[in-house]
């Protein structure tokens, strides 16, 4: 059974930095790549960045880059995002899911090309 699990949100003050983790298990994690999304409130499900499988490619989303940074171990079956100068727009419930190929060619911003996610870690940036 394939398990996905963040952990790491919380409040944090505008221009603060936080690190989420996701922790998998039930699949060879070193074979998929992953992918980050956000929901906030009355908003669809938001494509933050996709990280092939061995980690040496990534792609992000424009409101992403330059504060974001995705890593893996994919000793521990772990994926990670560094939030730096999060400003209260990233408010948010983020979560991690796992893509059904390596890479992130394609439809790596599609909801639809995901098939394991996350309960999802809620992350709150007051102003």
């Known amino acids: 059974q394939v398990q996905v699990a963040e952990s790491g949100g919380g409040l944090v003050q505008a221009g603060g930095s936080l690190r989420l983790s996701c922790s998998t298990s039930?699949?060879?994690?070193?074979?998929?790549?992953m992918g980050w999304f956000r929901q906030a409130p009355g908003n669809e499900r938001e494509a933050i960045l996709c990280?092939?499988?061995?980690?040496?490619?990534?792609v992000y989303a424009d409101s992403a880059k330059g504060r974001f940074n995705v890593s893996r171990d994919n000793g521990k079956n772990t994926l990670f995002l560094q939030m730096n100068d999060l400003k209260p727009e990233d408010t948010a419930v983020y979560y991690c899911?796992?893509?059904?190929?390596?890479?992130?060619?394609?439809?790596?911003?599609?909801?639809?090309?995901?098939?394991?996610w996350g309960q999802g870690t809620q992350v709150t940036v007051s102003s």
């Open positions: 899911a796992t893509r059904s190929n390596s890479h992130c060619a394609g439809s790596w911003s599609s909801v639809r090309a995901y098939d394991y």
């Open positions: 039930g699949l060879t994690f070193d074979a998929y790549a």
């Open positions: 990280i092939s499988s061995t980690g040496r490619n990534t």
